[in-house]
């Protein structure tokens, strides 16, 4: 079945799902002092974030299955204000815009939704979120008292909100929003504005409740917000935050899980433990809606990403990767978190606020209890709504601590969750999820599995036959026009290009030739302050560059007798998205730029008439296109051909055959940008992170984005994703502008999965969260026949166990593709296991005497480890047959 057709029996089945389905009854949502009530109850709820334009259409249903069965109760997104209106008037609703389509796909799911319409956004994300056609309305100031900017985002806002109406997106018409935020950290900038800038808040806030959306508005890190508006935390721990009333409930609204990454930094990771210690600590400490920020992260596909300098990968070591994978033990050891909070759920909406006890000087417990009276008797208390939250935030002792008669044992930097104040359901420190490895290989469907593992490294390149034009240096076309001075680089772009050309011409005397020989000096170009990028060409050579923000420019430059043209190229890499003052901030050169060393003194070069000519020839012909564009002049590049820089490079490949996710290897590239089937997948840039600085990881104490980096020494982005849906079972095509010399015949394609699951679980770990009874009818009370572990492992969808690498039930040493063999050891291990687990997409394991028949080693933990290796199950299929 081609890609295509199975694409679109998906969209067929979504579509028929959003059309004919009804998401909720109509209900009402309002909050105390407490937590959000919906439908006149009060709710303890995790939320997702998903961000509609970083995914495919075809991804949403996937990425929202996931976060369901990861525990979450809503999905959270921006709003786009530059992808939904791109000319002033001019609406965008399609492909990875459609939020239309989104909200209703998460409303079908059964899910909330919380919408933060901004339209600020910062996201790492273009310009913030603001469509750059703004800054260039005379008058405006972003973000302030300016009548202008307040007109333009009250009328997009309205836009918005009467647009969820429109379609009964609204819970008090049937649909999953829940929520909205009006603007987005602004308490971090308000102060640069003065008195405006509060003036501003205090309309903005007045504005979004005055469109009688009938939910409740947020305002993030706001601690001045109107008492009519929720303020909420945003930040990598927030247990401590309060709102500015005690009329609000305490919210979480950006719970950072990872961080953003620039060209030629490390790659930031953020523990899980952790993580899920923040999450824990948050609900034990009162509060009560909190959000990942992100869950999915996704791609910045075409030229979203902000910066300047972030990288096209948006990730952000989320619970689900880039590509839609899950990231274990991320989203399974969260899992397992939210399973636990929601059994506590009962007891927490219930007390008002909790009893504290203080065991030590960083050991303490949070305990919601409600005592409930049946005709005049008292309960005790484990029939009443109980659950107890004991956490240590001791960073390196272990401690046992008493409560309510029972000694509990607490790792350093934990929380243990009782939803019966009596059994532990679940410690924040103790990961017992599987450990996913994922790799990235050619899979090709007609490649038998046992031919793959005999040749696993192997390299297939994209392609060996390669079209290539060259992109011209400076002037290109009509539309070029001369402008006596230095513009400024937006004032002329408008964002339509990263690309912009200033070309202006010098004469050099005889006297300056023999001045620079007679004193062995060389002239030299001065650029007062660029930003991001500059290239320096002289008479169409290349002299040099320099990347940077705001940064002086010093190039030496080879100069001949006569006239000599100096052609700048400045290119921006992802505009601004954070500070005052956005519309200010600008791109391409400040100040003068000079010419020193001559005979006569500096030459002023900022007053010359300057030639501009925006983008690439190639990006207006639309070479990237799937129309054969003759007029491109594509002609054969062989593979002995010499490389120049700014060239096209095109081939056509084929898909590779599965489902897995597919990705690009450009680690053999410079920096440039690539389309695939006209779909523009983003910039590359093989910048190299710093050799330094990645150490093993301990998720005890606070964490920061420089704590756990990762990636030293490697690419900062190796691999870039193809959505599926843009791809054809063949004949795709591919075209790559190179701004370096570099060829595209190393370029090779690949699929990604798990391929080696480990996991590792104790007798004395905590049993499975559905062992818990339901809360609703037995006040959460675990069974005492239920409290044997499990350990789970599962595949990717589409691939199945292959391979028990390793199984041990005793006592194993070391961690995941490093397992070895105990003092004690089950001799069954291997058969139990392989039994329970080979040839299946999961599989479950009881961690027990029992199930190894017998006691391997007296008065001892006993912990069982495993790895596994997953395989397509095509490829498994395909090798039977053989």
């Known amino acids: 079945m081609g890609f295509g057709f199975r694409w679109m029996i998906v969209a067929i089945s979504v579509q028929f799902l959003i059309v004919a389905g009804e998401y909720f009854k109509p209900f009402n949502v309002s909050y105390d002092h407490r937590a959000l009530i919906i439908d006149g109850k009060r709710r303890m709820l995790i939320s997702a974030g998903i961000h509609y334009p970083r995914a495919t259409p075809e991804m949403w249903p996937d990425l929202i299955s996931k976060t369901k069965q990861g525990g979450a109760d809503v999905v959270e997104t921006y709003v786009f204000w530059n992808g939904h209106e791109p000319v002033r008037g001019q609406y965008y609703f399609e492909g990875r815009y459609d939020i239309v389509k989104f909200v209703k796909q998460v409303g079908s799911s059964g899910l909330y939704l919380f919408l933060r319409i901004g339209p600020y956004v910062c996201a790492e994300w273009n310009f913030g979120g603001f469509p750059v056609w703004l800054r260039d309305v005379p008058g405006i100031e972003f973000r302030t008292d300016n009548v202008l900017f307040k007109d333009e985002m009250k009328r997009f806002v309205k836009k918005m909100v009467d647009l969820m109406k429109e379609e009964s997106l609204f819970s008090w018409q049937g649909g999953p929003i829940i929520m909205l935020q009006i603007e987005n950290e602004y308490g971090n900038v308000e102060s640069s504005y003065g008195s405006r800038g509060k003036n501003y808040m205090r309309w903005a806030a007045k504005m979004a409740v005055g469109l009688d959306a009938g939910v409740p508005w947020v305002m993030c890190k706001q601690v001045d917000a109107p008492e009519y508006i929720i303020d909420a935390c945003n930040g990598y721990y927030c247990d401590g935050f309060k709102p500015n009333s005690d009329k609000k409930p305490i919210f979480w609204t950006e719970n950072w899980d990872g961080w953003y990454t620039s060209w030629g930094d490390r790659v930031p990771h953020r523990p899980v433990e952790d993580l899920a210690f923040a999450v824990a600590r948050f609900f034990q400490r009162g509060g009560s809606f909190q959000n990942y920020y992100m869950y999915f992260g996704g791609t910045n596909f075409g030229r979203t990403s902000g910066g300047p300098n972030y990288i096209t990968s948006y990730d952000y070591d989320a619970p689900v990767d880039e590509y839609g994978l899950l990231s274990q033990p991320k989203w399974g050891h969260l899992k397992d978190l939210h399973a636990a909070i929601k059994l506590c759920e009962p007891a927490l909406i219930a007390v008002d606020s909790p009893q504290y006890i203080k065991f030590g000087s960083k050991q303490e417990a949070h305990v919601y209890r409600e005592i409930v009276h049946s005709s005049g008797q008292k309960l005790s208390l484990y029939e009443s709504k109980c659950s107890a939250f004991l956490a240590n935030i001791d960073e390196h002792k272990s401690v046992t601590v008493k409560f309510l008669g029972q000694a509990y044992t607490l790792p350093p930097w934990s929380v243990s969750i009782l939803p019966d104040c009596k059994n532990v359901a679940f410690n924040t420190a103790k990961v017992g999820a599987q450990t996913s490895i994922k790799t990235v290989r050619f899979n090709d469907i007609n490649d038998p599995a046992y031919l793959r593992m005999m040749v696993p490294n192997q390299v297939t390149r994209i392609s060996e036959s390669w079209n290539s034009v060259k992109e011209p240096i400076g002037v290109w076309s009509n539309s070029n026009f001369t402008f006596h001075g230095i513009l400024e680089h937006l004032n002329v772009t408008k964002d339509r290009s990263d690309y912009l050309w200033y ?36 008479n169409s050579q290349f002299t040099g560059g320099a990347k940077g923000k705001w940064i002086k420019v010093v190039q030496p430059v080879n100069l001949t007798q006569g006239y000599n043209d100096i052609t700048l190229l400045s290119q921006t890499v992802g505009l601004q998205n954070y500070g005052a003052f956005l519309e200010k901030d600008g791109a391409g050169f400040r100040g003068q730029i000079k010419l020193t060393g001559c005979k006569s003194g500096d030459i002023d070069l900022t007053e010359f008439m300057w030639t501009y000519q925006v983008g690439l020839k190639g990006e207006f012909l639309k070479i990237f296109s799937t129309d054969d564009n003759i007029s491109a002049g594509w002609t054969e590049f062989p593979r002995d051909a010499i490389p120049s820089n700014f060239s096209w490079y095109k ?10 996710p597919v990705v690009l290897d450009f680690r053999s590239m410079g920096k440039g940008q690539a389309w695939v089937n006209g779909h523009h997948i983003g910039r590359y840039w093989t910048l190299i992170a710093p050799k330094d600085g990645c150490k093993p990881c301990d998720y005890r104490g606070s964490y920061d984005s420089d704590k756990c980096t990762t990636n030293c020494g490697k690419p900062t982005q190796s691999w870039y994703h193809i959505p599926r849906s843009w791809l054809k079972a063949t004949d795709n095509l ?53 409290l044997i572990p499990e350990l789970h492992l599962q595949c990717d969808a589409g691939h199945t166990i292959s391979s028990i690498e390793f199984a041990s039930y005793g006592t194993p040493r070391g961690s995941c593709r490093k397992f070895s063999k105990g003092s004690c050891h089950a001799p069954n291990s291997f058969s139990v296991v392989s039994e329970a687990c080979k040839g299946r997409n999961s599989c479950s394991i009881a961690v027990s005497n029992a199930v190894f028949g017998g006691d391997p080693c007296h008065r001892v933990v006993k912990t069982l480890s495993v790895e596994i290796r997953c395989s397509s199950s095509s490829y498994i299929g395909s090798a039977l047959m053989k």
């Not at 591919?734 to 370029?747: D, G």
């Not at 999965?753 to 675990?782: D, M």
Request: charged share 20%; hydrophobic share 30%.
């Open 651 to 660: 081939t056509h490949f084929d898909a590779p055959g599965g489902v897995d």
């Open 503 to 538: 070309t202006t011409r010098i004469h050099i005397s005889d006297e300056d030739i023999s001045f620079w020989k007679d004193n062995q000096l060389s002239p030299a170009l001065n650029i007062h302050s660029m930003r991001d990028l500059v290239y320096i060409y002289v």
């Open 734 to 786: 591919l075209v790559i502008f190179e701004e370096t010399e570099k060829t595209p015949f190393e370029i090779s394609i690949k699929s990604g999965f798990s391929e080696t699951i480990c996991a590792n679980v104790s007798e004395n770990y905590y049993p499975p969260l559905n062992a818990w009874s339901s809360p609703n009818n037995t006040s959460g009370k675990i069974s005492p026949n239920t």
